[in-house]
């Protein structure tokens, strides 16, 4: 073997290692990550968007858009970078979204003017979205889901305001946040639970079913069999069918992990395709 085959030899080798080495990296969204500026916070937060190849070709077409929440001790890019938001962007023809919503639980804190968030994402990031993007501006074209804090979060703002959001779904979602008094800062948010029972009770998402009206919105849930939130995911369902209310209700193999959500998210984003393009 002479010296320019050996060199040659010794850089097929060194690409195919580095081309290994970087799989992992492909799985990563390319997306812009804008700056949203918070009137109802006073300060700038940023934002994950994703855009269909297509939108880059195509300067006519208006897209749906699905706005999808990270969990807590979590920000903005945790989709983007556990999920190829590409892919699926490309796959189900929509935006994705990815708000910031701190360690919020996407409440308007009653307790902490620094911690708006169900305005931040069901006003300001939706407004800024329609005013940047070519969005299909109305309920009808928007959805909005997320996994744990992010689910409960997805439902609290989406139930709160069928006027903007025609698709709410949850994965994994804390939805009864009173059976976790001392858990994921919670009570930074609306004070100790017990010294105010009735507003922890009134800030749970299963606290909001007897304002729903049935066939308002499409809804999907899920949860995975071994996750410690299945219990109040069944508590949910069974008011919700209670209460009339149709919904899709899945339990799935799996826990409160990655692997679990970046797997629902497909079936999220399939529900939700076909609310959109039953409204076409």
Not at 1 to 29: D, F, W
Not at 180 to 185: A, G, I, K, N, S
Not at 241 to 266: C, E, K
Request: hydrophobic residues 40%; aromatic residues 12%.
């Amino acid at each position: 073997m002479n010296i320019k085959q050996l060199s040659l030899l010794i850089l097929l080798v060194v690409t195919g290692l580095t081309a290994g080495a970087r799989m992992p990296v492909m799985a990563m969204t390319q997306g812009d990550t804008v700056v949203i500026h918070s009137a109802s916070m006073k300060r700038d937060i940023k934002c994950a968007v994703v855009t269909p190849r297509q939108y880059s070709f195509d300067a006519v077409t208006r897209w749906p858009v699905v706005y999808l929440l990270h969990g807590a001790d979590g920000c903005y890019a945790d989709w983007p970078r556990k999920a190829n938001l590409d892919s699926l962007t490309n796959r189900y023809g929509v935006i994705i979204v990815c708000p910031d919503g701190q360690d919020s639980w996407y409440y308007d804190s009653p307790i902490d003017p620094k911690m708006q968030f169900e305005t931040h994402v069901g006003s300001e990031v939706v407004n800024y979205i329609d005013a940047h993007y070519r969005t299909i501006a109305t309920r009808e074209g928007r959805a909005i889901t997320g996994l744990s804090m992010g689910g409960h979060g997805a439902l609290w703002i989406g139930w709160r305001h069928p006027d903007v959001f025609g698709a709410t779904g949850s994965m994994s979602g804390g939805v009864n946040i009173t059976r976790f008094p001392d858990r994921w800062l919670i009570q930074q948010r609306l004070g100790k639970y017990k010294e105010y029972p009735e507003r922890w009770a009134a800030h749970a998402v299963v606290s909001l079913v007897p304002t729903l009206q049935p066939g308002r919105q499409a809804i999907t849930i899920d949860d995975g069999d071994k996750d410690f939130f299945l219990e109040v995911n069944n508590e949910l369902h069974d008011k919700l069918l209670q209460a009339g209310i149709p919904h899709d209700y899945t339990i799935r193999p799996g826990g409160h992990t990655w692997v679990y959500w970046v797997n629902s998210l497909d079936y999220h984003l399939l529900f939700f395709k076909k609310y959109f393009d039953s409204n076409r």
